[in-house]
């Protein structure tokens, strides 16, 4: 259990909960919002990924028993979610579906060089600057370190200031803004700062 300037927060690792809740599946699902020209809008993301979570990738943070805030992470090349080509094809039909898949798997290759990689922080909107967020971070970090990493790494887009306000008051250090410039000519991804930080263990 955290204090924070609100409720006390109590972060926990999903898979650890006896149930899943159908509106934190929707919640985590909606966050792929940067890969919508592969996975469609939130409702095609919920259809495609909703029955691939790898709940043991996700960390959620609770004021009062409810949910108000999670992430995600990637740890041995496994994220929050592992589909198979199968809802592609029956959302988008056998070639558009097995297009959109083998996209899919290129975009979540491209992070196969990090680590502990950290996916779609978020919290609702009516618990934010309560320090829920910071909660989460602070036991991704000791996720992290139990697991045998010393840096945690992630993306932020560049127009999101107030995300990037806030890893940098955890210490994030920028390393190199992505796409580069032939990329983004021909993939319409938004543009991302790659953030590092390393850590070290709890004296
Ligand atoms: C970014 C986000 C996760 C922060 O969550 P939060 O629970 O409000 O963050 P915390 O309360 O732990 O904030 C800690 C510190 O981060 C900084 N910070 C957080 N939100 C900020 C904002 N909107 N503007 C400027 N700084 C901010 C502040 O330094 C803050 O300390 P302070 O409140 O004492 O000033 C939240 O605003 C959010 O969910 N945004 C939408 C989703 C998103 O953009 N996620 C990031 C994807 S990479």
């Given at each position: 259990?955290?204090?924070?300037?609100?409720?006390?927060?109590?972060?926990?690792?999903?898979?650890?909960?006896?149930?899943?809740?159908?509106?934190?599946a929707?919640?985590?699902?909606?966050?792929?919002?940067?890969?919508?020209?592969?996975?469609?809008?939130?409702?095609?993301?919920?259809?495609?990924?909703?029955?691939?979570?790898?709940?043991?990738?996700?960390?959620?943070?609770?004021?009062?028993?409810?949910?108000?805030?999670?992430?995600?992470?990637?740890?041995?090349?496994?994220?929050?979610?592992?589909?198979?080509?199968?809802?592609?094809?029956?959302?988008?039909?056998?070639?558009?579906?097995?297009?959109?898949?083998?996209?899919?798997?290129?975009?979540?290759?491209?992070?196969w060089?990090?680590?502990?990689?950290?996916?779609?922080?978020?919290?609702?909107?009516?618990?934010?600057?309560?320090?829920?967020?910071?909660?989460?971070?602070?036991?991704?970090?000791?996720?992290?370190?139990?697991?045998?990493?010393?840096?945690?790494?992630?993306?932020v887009?560049?127009?999101?200031?107030?995300?990037?306000?806030?890893?940098?008051?955890?210490?994030?250090?920028?390393?190199?803004?992505?796409?580069?410039?032939?990329?983004?000519?021909?993939?319409?991804?938004?543009?991302?700062?790659?953030?590092?930080?390393?850590?070290s263990?709890?004296?």
């Amino acid at each position: 259990m955290t204090e924070t300037r609100g409720e006390p927060v109590q972060v926990v690792l999903a898979s650890s909960l006896a149930q899943r809740d159908p509106e934190v599946a929707r919640w985590i699902t909606a966050g792929r919002g940067s890969l919508a020209f592969i996975l469609g809008d939130e409702d095609c993301r919920h259809r495609l990924l909703a029955q691939s979570i790898n709940w043991d990738r996700v960390l959620l943070a609770c004021q009062e028993g409810a949910p108000v805030g999670y992430t995600s992470f990637k740890h041995q090349r496994r994220g929050p979610f592992s589909p198979g080509i199968r809802p592609f094809i029956h959302e988008f039909g056998r070639l558009g579906g097995s297009l959109r898949y083998g996209l899919f798997v290129i975009s979540e290759c491209r992070e196969w060089y990090y680590g502990f990689y950290l996916y779609g922080l978020h919290v609702r909107k009516t618990a934010r600057r309560q320090g829920v967020a910071s909660a989460l971070l602070q036991v991704a970090f000791d996720q992290a370190l139990s697991l045998g990493h010393t840096k945690i790494e992630l993306e932020v887009q560049v127009k999101n200031l107030a995300a990037r306000a806030f890893y940098a008051r955890h210490a994030f250090m920028p390393i190199r803004t992505f796409p580069t410039n032939w990329l983004s000519r021909v993939m319409p991804f938004p543009t991302v700062i790659n953030l590092r930080r390393r850590l070290s263990p709890h004296p």
